[in-house]
């Protein structure tokens, strides 16, 4: 006959707080190695996003890895199609502005704006470098006193939507 | 008349949302059936009050009615039919208004199916749907208004004359329709694209989608039917949305590779971020809902990722609508914005109210708790907990920092795309492990021993694939790790299907394409899974490839010179100028690509010149194998300078995107009664 054997279960209580502890333990793991990430990622990739005047002003910035924000002035728009280089000048526009349009198209007409020579190697030349076009520049202000961007985003026209009515609609009908 | 038929048919459509409103919330606290119908009713009314609404613009766009400011401001007399049809969507208040059309046919469809099934929510949820709903109808009823027209204010002085008013302002005539003609702004050349046609449509069914979960989820909370019941409403209507963001941002990426010229499809741009931070959460939830379904487990987590889904939508329509945010996409700045912030704010936090109070009260408690960190359970949660990761990676990157930079220290402090990849790369290698893992380990829990044997044929498959590539020429040790993460997903998907066609064969008898086919026909949602997952996986391999290999190059060619690049040729033939049917001049360069000496195509890379800017459209020769993709910079007859991408692997990206969308359908599809 076939002895019974019966063996005394770890304590249930035991077993739930040492389940308790893996997960405890796996989440703790997992949250710090999420915070490593984020806070060794930004301190790395970290930018700061600035004027063309805070840059020019402050020898502070020189040589860092900054985002400027500026007008593109069309008429200085110089691409080298065989060296791939784009050179050309961004003028300052204030931080805050209520319509872009118009912020764009002030700055490039104050003769006194501070402005900034702009180089981008290696690059073809985007559809939309336009004269008055708002260029976001990723790069460094270098001793040279040329901004060499490695990143260039530029604003889609699709902004510029007229905020005030357009000229040329207000001549009267005859019959009025 | 047009314009006058659309606001009569948008305020017909807010009014039967506030009523819907008032009726269904009435009869929420009397029970009267009647109420909650004529609310329900109501509610019905919208869609075609919205269709009417939306036709008349359609007519606007296509008729030239260029006194309406919208029609003034995003077509000219230059604008082919098909993209005067597709400007419904190109500026912000047309695409508000076919965004709440959209949002009213999805409304409508969740009313009309789940009326039987899930009547007792009915009197929540149809007034979250309709208070969503005619927070959009106001935003376009009285900020930006389509159907306003421009208009001479004959006593006004000279600089404040031309208005535009969705009324007749008194004292006033409508311009000249010759100075109207004259002055019609045109489409942003950008937005003349195939992809202008599908892609915005599924983006914004996408997004909209996303309310139908969201108001299931809070009439639970707030009825206290927390039972599985709404569990199982949302979880089709959660597919649906997610197979539309799925397909919207498959065609973004594919229309940014096309029209910005970079060679790219995807740039960590924020608003492209803003649309991916939904599809993360939703990810996340359409996982951990089966747990729910399963176990009875994760129901406040659950309930946490519909509220997050929904709130992430309205923060991603948020940034893209306010103007506030930089990004190529955005729209223009626009007053929107406060309202939309505050709408956003306001449903996330009457949501999470409701959850709190029912959290409190114990109604969200779980019917089991987790046995083994090795179970399916388990480890569906850590996948969760690695999409919510990249959720707040990616957020915080795109608003967080910029935002709580420009809060404490007064400036703006942003990242590029190398830290976005920094941050999910490791997260993806994770996701993708998963992937292969979850799906073998059993519920409830499993020894490591039993998993390991599971994992023992994908593994050396995937090992064996791995050397294959090695000794196939990829050189790089990065490359083929990655290939390897990836293939390893895909191999676990592939055997568990050929596991139940095998399964299948042998009890049944059935041939391996029927028992495929009724594979996939019973068990929809497991075997949608797999394919998608093998989607997925198809779609890494092919982000590792055009990442990692991509090969740039610029060269100027004299016309007949031919340049080297890897085992191709490229010669330079021609160069023509022509004009197409809607006026805009081509400039069109014609180049012979050669392998190994043999012609395999020719290749037109062009530049348009629109009235507003020009715009390059790249030359491609597609395979699987890669994309030989070509932008003209600039050239004449006898010289011409091209930009010259070869991306590999970067057609499996659209194609992996098919088998998600596929594979999606597949588990979404309604079962018939059987």
New interface residues.
């Given amino acids: 006959m076939a002895q019974a054997s019966w063996e005394k279960p770890k304590h249930p209580l035991k077993r739930k707080r040492s389940q308790r502890a893996q997960f405890i333990t796996a989440g703790v793991v997992i949250l710090v190695s999420l915070l490593y990430l984020l806070v060794s990622g930004t301190l790395q990739g970290a930018r700061y996003f600035i004027t063309v005047a805070e840059v020019l002003d402050d020898p502070a910035h020189r040589g860092r890895t900054l985002r400027v924000a500026g007008a593109v002035d069309g008429e200085s728009i110089d691409y080298d199609s065989e060296e791939a280089v784009i050179r050309f000048d961004i003028v300052h526009i204030p931080s805050q502005y209520d319509d872009l349009a118009q912020a764009l198209r002030d700055a490039l007409e104050d003769a006194n704006a501070p402005r900034m020579n702009i180089i981008v190697e290696d690059a073809a030349i985007p559809d939309l470098l336009q004269h008055e076009a708002q260029a976001i520049l990723t790069g460094a202000l270098e001793g040279d006193g040329i901004f060499h961007a490695t990143e260039l985003l530029l604003k889609c026209p699709s902004r510029f939507e007229e905020s005030s009515p357009p000229e040329g609609l207000g001549q009267l009908p005859e019959h009025s | 008349m047009l314009a006058e038929l659309g606001l009569v048919a948008l305020t017909l459509a807010l009014a039967g949302a506030l009523y819907a409103i008032v009726a269904c919330l009435y009869s929420a606290r009397t029970g009267e059936q009647r109420l909650l119908q004529s609310g329900r009713n109501a509610a019905l009314l919208t869609c075609p009050a919205l269709l009417l609404a939306t036709g008349a613009l359609v007519v606007a766009l296509l008729t030239e009615q260029y006194q309406l400011r919208y029609v003034?401001?995003v077509t000219d007399p230059g604008t082919p039919p098909l993209y005067r049809f597709t400007a419904l969507w190109?500026?912000?208040r047309g695409s508000l208004l076919f965004w709440s059309l959209l949002m009213s046919g999805f409304i409508c469809g969740a009313i009309a199916l789940n009326w039987r099934g899930e009547r007792r929510l009915m009197p929540v949820c149809i007034p979250v749907m309709m208070a969503s709903l005619a927070f959009f109808l106001g935003l376009s009823l009285f900020i930006e208004n389509p159907f306003e027209r421009?208009w001479?204010l004959?006593d006004a002085p000279?600089e404040e004359?031309?208005?535009?008013r969705a009324l007749i302002p008194p004292r006033a005539?409508?311009?000249?329709e010759a100075?109207?003609r004259?002055?019609a702004?045109g489409m942003?050349?950008?937005?003349r694209h195939f992809g202008m046609v599908i892609h915005p449509p599924m983006l914004y069914l996408g997004f909209v989608g996303f309310t139908i979960p969201f108001a299931f989820a809070v009439a639970a909370l707030a009825s206290g039917d927390l039972s599985n019941s709404w569990i199982r409403a949302t979880r089709r209507w959660t597919l649906i949305a997610w197979l539309f963001l799925s397909l919207g941002l498959i065609l973004g990426g594919r229309w940014a590779y096309d029209v910005l010229?970079?060679g790219g499809y995807w740039g960590w741009d924020p608003v492209e971020n803003a649309a991916f931070l939904p599809w993360l959460v939703g990810t996340a939830f359409i996982h951990s809902v089966m747990i729910q379904e399963k176990r009875g487990m994760l129901k406040l987590w659950n309930m946490l990722l519909v509220i997050a889904a929904f709130s992430a939508v309205m923060f991603g329509t948020f940034a893209t609508r306010s103007?506030v945010i930089?990004s190529?996409?955005?729209?223009?700045?626009s007053e929107v914005g406060f309202p939309m912030l505050a709408f956003w704010a306001a449903m996330t936090l009457l949501a999470l109210s409701l959850l709190a109070w029912r959290w409190r009260g114990g109604a969200l408690r779980d019917e089991r708790q987790?046995?083994?960190?090795l179970s399916r359970e388990?480890l569906f949660v850590?996948n969760n907990?690695i999409f919510i990761?990249l959720f707040?990676?990616i957020f915080?990157?795109s608003f967080g920092?910029?935002i709580a930079s420009e809060l404490f220290l007064s400036?703006?402090?942003?990242?590029?795309?190398?830290?976005f990849e920094?941050?999910v790369v490791?997260?993806f290698i994770a996701m993708y492990m998963l992937m292969g893992v979850a799906p073998l380990a059993a519920w409830g829990g499993m020894t490591v021993a039993r998993l390991g044997g599971m994992l023992r044929i994908p593994l050396l498959l995937t090992a064996l694939g791995v050397a294959g590539l090695a000794v196939g020429g990829t050189d790089l040790l990065v490359a083929a790790l990655g290939y390897g993460v990836v293939m390893f997903a895909a191999i676990v998907a592939l055997c568990e299907i050929a596991r139940g066609v095998a399964a299948r064969r042998q009890t049944l008898g059935e041939g391996p394409l029927r028992a495929l086919l009724a594979l996939f026909g019973r068990n929809q949602r497991r075997y949608g899974g797999y394919m998608v997952h093998l989607g997925v996986t198809v779609i890494g391999i092919g982000v590792i490839g055009s990442t990692i290999f991509q090969t740039e190059a610029?060269h100027?060619l004299n016309r007949g010179e031919t340049v080297v690049i890897q085992d191709y040729a490229l010669r330079y033939e021609d160069f023509v100028r022509a004009q197409a049917v809607d006026g805009r001049l081509m400039n069109i360069a014609s180049l012979v690509l050669l392998r190994h000496g043999d012609e395999v195509a020719r290749i037109r890379p062009r530049i348009d010149d629109y009235p507003?800017?020009?715009?390059?459209i790249a030359g491609a020769h597609s395979t699987l194998e890669n994309d030989f993709y070509v932008?003209l910079?600039?050239g004449d007859r006898q010289r011409a300078?091209f930009?010259i991408y070869i991306n590999p692997l970067v057609n499996l990206v659209w194609w992996g995107g098919l088998l998600l969308i596929l594979g999606t359908a597949i588990a979404a599809y309604p079962k018939g009664r059987r």
């Fill in positions: 003034y401001q190109g500026a912000q421009w001479i004959i000279v004359q031309v208005v535009s005539v409508p311009p000249t100075n109207l004259a002055g702004e942003n050349p950008l937005l010229g970079w103007g930089d190529v996409h955005s729209f223009a700045r987790f046995a083994s960190l388990s850590l907990v990761a707040v990676a915080w990157g920092l910029p400036k703006e402090v942003t990242i590029g795309a190398q830290t920094f941050y490791p997260l610029q100027t507003q800017l020009p715009m390059s932008l910079i600039r300078t930009r």
